[in-house]
């Protein structure tokens, strides 16, 4: 929502903290319940219009001006709300941003006769809330103001409001407002690691090739010689997560046992990614994917043990196959996890070492594609499809910056123009991974960065293989190089999950976020859809297997989308591996040339 003024910090983080939540439930309950309505504006000639939203075990209706019509739920919300009850005459009243999450949280109550978790929701929101107060405050002190994320790492601390889907985006139940502050990649942060010296008994360790661990790691944490016994190994360990090592009862055996030492912290400093956990350093060539065992958004996020071998394992699985889809298509990368280390805790029962191997563990992800010089900028997509500490879209400064340089007097082309290279380089090689190679990424926002050549398109990187998954039948156990149990387990899945998710993920959490901020700035969402459709009516051109014409070629016959429901989900406490969808009618399926007639 545009304003004339600058909103206060308080009001802008609770206007946001609600538009999130509110977002999720027009999604999630309104759209498959039919408990939306819409009144055109036909006087304006734009989209715009005035839109219904039901409540009805509260007995409430809301009611809100939006500048667009969306199928899938991403409206551009233009007014305040207001809230009135459901009888004839009944009359709208203003309803502060403060209390429309409290009303959806008691919809949700009454819907499914459940209450017990209420105090905790609304606590996880306050949580969200919080933090994105601080996150504005700082961007607005230490002026970061609208288009300066210019360096890759600038744009991992400028997410500032999270998953615009999502009921508590910026939920972190384990920091304190000061550790918020020490951690937090929004403000700025950097910091030492904190190191475990380890036996060689006490080791875990899984590696793709011959990764120089112990020297890599000796560089990192600038550790005396002197202070490790011959023969033992450094383990890296995110600083809040020392602390909550420390206070555990195995842990403190082991080190009074000598079987493993603390070494505090040292070395190089790192600075944390969009994910928190992840950490970066421009002159270190791995990012490290740390465990920390505390609730961000939807999940407590430590890596799980069989996670760490199965993470190092695909990328020996994988290898090829990214070879041949970097040759197949310039410019897009998808970065690789070689290393992962943890500890095997002695004297602790099987149950109690699997748990603390997750809780100690480490994975090593390829750094180099964000390291290399020259002019290609790289910035997170989540959030260059977001807004910024003023509340505006980052795209804005992309497209005006651009429009100028191009002497064009209407950005409408240029957004055009830079939104077809987006889809060039975004959807062509996620769709032959998928159904040439049975390999199912997970392009959502916050797995992807986007390459810009003076401003424009010019790939992808795509990371993160904690959400990468092999399709059963297009992959057979024997070429899975000794994945077992639980690894395999969670690796390889059968085609319908993995479809659902990665049709999730590139074309509602991803294509649909890009279209409603283009659509902010002028653009029509109808048009934006068709060049989509042209893409996909391009792959199956060249494409005639029976799984594209069931999957690609469905969408652009009618099959709904899919959506996650993180309302859902987190209202019934759902581990993100058993979360909750929701069909959405689907924009694809008007072909292009009707959009066209009416642009």
């Not at 019509?69 to 004839?88: C, P």
């Not at 950005?411 to 199912?440: C, E, N, S, T």
Request: some cysteine; aromatic content about 10%.
């Amino acid at each position: 929502m545009n304003k004339l003024v600058v909103e206060s910090i308080d009001a802008m983080a609770y206007r946001y903290s609600a538009l999130a939540i509110l977002n999720c439930y027009v999604r999630e309950i309104a759209i498959p319940h039919k408990l939306l309505d819409f009144l055109a504006d036909n006087s304006s000639g734009s989209a715009a219009g005035i839109l219904f939203i039901g409540f009805p075990s509260v007995g409430r209706k809301l009611s809100v001006s939006v500048a667009n019509q969306s199928l899938v739920g991403n409206y551009i919300y233009t007014s305040d709300v207001l809230a009135s009850g459901l009888g004839d005459g009944a009359v709208f009243e203003q309803l502060a941003w403060t209390c429309l999450p409290a009303l959806i949280v008691e919809e949700l109550c009454l819907r499914y006769q459940n209450d017990n978790v209420k105090a905790e929701m609304l606590m996880q929101i306050e949580n969200s809330t919080n933090l994105i107060k601080q996150s504005v405050a700082y961007g607005r002190r230490h002026g970061q103001e609208q288009g300066q994320c210019g360096s890759y790492i600038e744009s991992e601390s400028a997410l500032i409001y999270g998953h615009s889907f999502h009921p508590a985006p910026k939920c972190r139940q384990g920091f304190n407002d000061a550790e918020s502050l020490l951690y937090g990649p929004e403000f700025g942060s950097s910091f030492q690691l904190h190191y475990f010296a380890l036996s060689p008994v006490v080791l875990w360790m899984a590696t793709s090739n011959e990764f120089p661990m112990r020297s890599l790691i000796q560089e990192m944490g600038q550790v005396a010689c002197s202070d490790i016994p011959s023969g033992w190994s450094l383990l890296p360990c995110h600083p809040w997560q020392a602390k909550y090592l420390l206070q555990q009862t195995m842990v403190q055996k082991s080190i009074e046992n000598q079987s493993l030492r603390y070494l505090g912290e040292s070395g190089i400093f790192f600075r944390p990614t969009a994910s928190v956990r992840t950490l970066y350093n421009p002159d270190f060539p791995y990012f490290l994917k740390c465990s920390l065992s505390m609730r961000i958004t939807n999940s407590v996020r430590k890596n799980a043990y069989y996670e760490l071998d199965a993470s190092v394992r695909l990328t020996k699985i994988l290898l090829p196959v990214v070879a041949k889809l970097e040759q197949q298509f310039p410019g897009f990368e998808f970065v690789l996890e070689p290393c992962a280390l943890s500890a095997n805790i002695p004297d602790a029962d099987e149950e109690q070492q699997s748990d603390l191997r997750s809780h100690f563990g480490v994975i090593f992800r390829d750094a180099t594609p964000f390291q290399r010089s020259g002019t290609t900028q790289q910035v997170l997509s989540a959030t260059l499809f977001g807004d910024s500490h003023q509340g505006e879209p980052w795209l804005v400064q992309c497209i005006s910056v651009l429009s100028a340089r191009t002497n064009k007097s209407q950005r409408h082309g240029v957004a055009l123009d830079w939104f077809a290279l987006y889809i060039k380089h975004l959807v062509p090689p996620l769709l032959a991974a998928y159904f040439d190679q049975g390999v199912a990424c997970e392009p959502h926002l916050q797995n992807v960065v986007v390459k810009l050549e003076n401003g424009w398109p010019c790939g992808v990187i795509l990371r993160d293989l904690e959400g990468t998954k092999l399709i059963r039948g297009m992959w057979q156990v024997p070429m899975l190089e000794g994945l077992a149990g639980k690894a395999l387990a969670s690796v390889l899945h059968d085609e319908s999950k993995t479809w659902q998710r990665v049709s999730y993920c590139l074309f509602v959490n991803h294509i649909a976020q890009a279209i409603y901020q283009l659509c902010r700035i002028g653009e029509r969402e109808q048009q934006l859809w068709g060049m989509v459709r042209e893409s996909l009516t391009g792959f199956v051109a060249k494409h005639n297997s029976e799984l594209v014409r069931q999957r690609i070629g469905g969408l652009l016959e009618g099959d709904p989308l899919i959506a996650k429901a993180n309302l859902i989900t987190r209202f019934f406490q759902h581990a993100d591996s058993n979360a909750s969808y929701v069909l959405l009618p689907n924009p694809l399926a008007v072909p292009v040339w009707e959009y066209v007639e009416h642009a």
